[in-house]
């Protein structure tokens, strides 16, 4: 058999190289890395109570995508320390704040007992009023000190207007405010549950509301 040339002696030898390096750094590597998992949460998940209103035809109701705050409306939980804000560590939400909250809107008006339902963009032609909602305020305040139980805040304002002239039928904000048990994230997000619901029931009876009443 011939020996080898020099030039594959050599190649053979980066092959080799090359794969004592990868075999080395397969030694350090974890696919499964050692830091602590991030807890995922979600919030809506509170059964809206809101007073069952007149009976009648359906309104149909034409919202607006939610405006919200850009510190809130990420997958982070936002806190807030005597005006000092930051993120609670190694807790997200499972969705974006604000598609959690799209969800909460939408399962509000679909199973209460009201008259308005939100409709779909095509059938604007159905629509009695036109709902906006702004997101002001989604955190947790530390309102006695960052190791006492926190307070949830959500305030949103809403505008109504007629969907056939535009012109307005109301403004208003509604906020609500719920001490969590104590501070734990869980307590934190089961405080997010029932501050949302509060508002939002009374965002949906307020739109009821302010429906257009029933022919006699």
């Known amino acids: ?85 930051a993120y609670i560590a190694d807790a997200r939400w499972v969705s974006p704040a604000f598609v959690l909250f799209e969800e909460a809107v939408a399962n509000a008006f679909q199973a209460g007992p009201g008259r308005a339902r939100l409709i779909g963009r095509g059938e604007v032609s159905k629509a009695d009023l036109a709902l906006r909602l702004e997101v002001r305020a989604f955190e947790t305040q530390y309102v006695n000190g960052p190791k006492a139980a926190p307070e949830v805040v959500v305030r949103v304002r809403g505008v109504l207007n007629r969907n056939q002239d535009r012109a307005l039928v109301s403004d208003q904000v509604f906020e609500s405010r719920v001490q969590a048990n104590e501070n734990r994230v869980s307590a934190i997000v089961s405080a997010y549950d029932q501050a949302t619901a509060k508002v939002l029931a009374d965002v949906a009876a307020w739109v009821n509301a302010a429906g257009p009443t029933p022919q006699n």
Not at 14 to 33: D, E, G, H, M, N
């Open 1 to 85: 058999m011939n020996p080898m040339n020099r030039t594959t002696r050599r190649a053979i030898t980066k092959v080799l190289a090359a794969a004592a390096v990868a075999l080395s750094l397969s030694a350090c590597i974890s696919v499964f890395p050692e830091s602590k998992p991030v807890g995922l949460y979600r919030f809506g998940q509170v059964e809206v109570s809101e007073p069952k209103g007149q009976a009648g035809p359906m309104v149909g109701v034409l919202k607006a995508p939610t405006v919200f705050t850009r510190a809130s409306a990420g997958d982070r939980i936002l806190t807030s320390t005597q005006g000092e804000v």
